[in-house]
């Protein structure tokens, strides 16, 4: 197999949580490229239109699926819905999350839960119920989870305990999947983005962009593509060595 190959999706199926606007949308727009069929799944119908809309003129057909993954009730339907569509799923990428800004010590434990909720529940759940309805049967599988750089250092900039704990519980199931699910034939793998401009982060940025820039030792945010190509590297073959690990995308900025 030569290397253009290796990074090849031509027939894969590839379900994206998250995947109508920013860091989900970028990677289906990535995996239709290099072939993949995609679903993605999101809480609101009017951005999965747009979303689709915005994969079709790119010539990438899309199978949208709205679903809320902080209810245990619907992971089910989200996996079948999919499956009953393409067949299989052979790509999952936990990408859907939230956060919630305030001091630990007034943070509301009902925010808490809502975040870890999303963030490091629903990631068990949705990967628990693809390994046993296709990822155990065809002894093989792809689970790419959607960390953060929140997992691997604390910054002062922003207070925000149950982002922090949720990204890092995250990011010690990913290590804890790839162990016990890897005779099955299932990699399991991380990226940790850094800050990229988002729904999720713009209010923050607003205050705090011209200092994490500063910060960054390439001097510039994550960008419409800076997270294509990790992530097609984890989903592809070219990686079919690899699991357990993370790759962190952030401009340097957890190592200055």
């Known amino acids: 197999m030569g290397v253009r190959e290796l990074f090849e999706l031509k027939g894969k199926v590839a379900l994206i949580t998250g995947g109508s606007r920013g860091l989900g949308l970028q990677m289906a727009e990535a995996f239709g490229e290099m072939g993949a069929k995609i679903a993605i799944s999101a809480r609101k119908p009017p951005e999965l239109e747009d979303a689709k809309a915005h994969l079709a003129a790119r010539g990438i057909e899309a199978l949208t699926v709205v679903n809320d993954l902080t209810k245990a009730e619907q992971v089910p339907a989200l996996v079948e819905a999919v499956v009953g569509h393409y067949g299989a799923i052979d790509i999952l990428v936990n990408n859907a999350g939230t956060s919630w800004g305030a001091p630990a010590e007034r943070h509301p434990v009902e925010a808490w839960n809502k975040v870890m909720t999303l963030n490091a529940t629903s990631v068990f ?73 988002s729904k999720l982060t713009n209010a923050l940025l607003e205050k705090i962009e011209a200092a994490v820039i500063e910060e960054t030792p390439l001097r510039r945010l994550g960008g419409d593509t800076d997270l294509m190509g990790a992530a097609v590297y984890l989903a592809s073959d070219a990686s079919r060595h690899v699991t357990g690990q993370h790759i962190v995308v952030d401009g340097g900025a957890s190592i200055a």
């Open 125 to 197: 759940m949705l990967s628990q119920a693809v390994a046993n309805r296709c990822f155990i049967p065809q002894r093989s599988g792809n689970i790419i989870v959607i960390a953060s750089t929140a997992a691997l250092r604390v910054s002062p900039q922003m207070q925000s305990a149950a982002y922090y704990a949720s990204k890092a519980a995250a990011l010690h199931l990913t290590r804890s999947l790839a162990v016990e699910w890897g005779p099955h034939g299932i990699r399991v793998n991380a990226i940790c983005p850094g800050f990229f401009p």
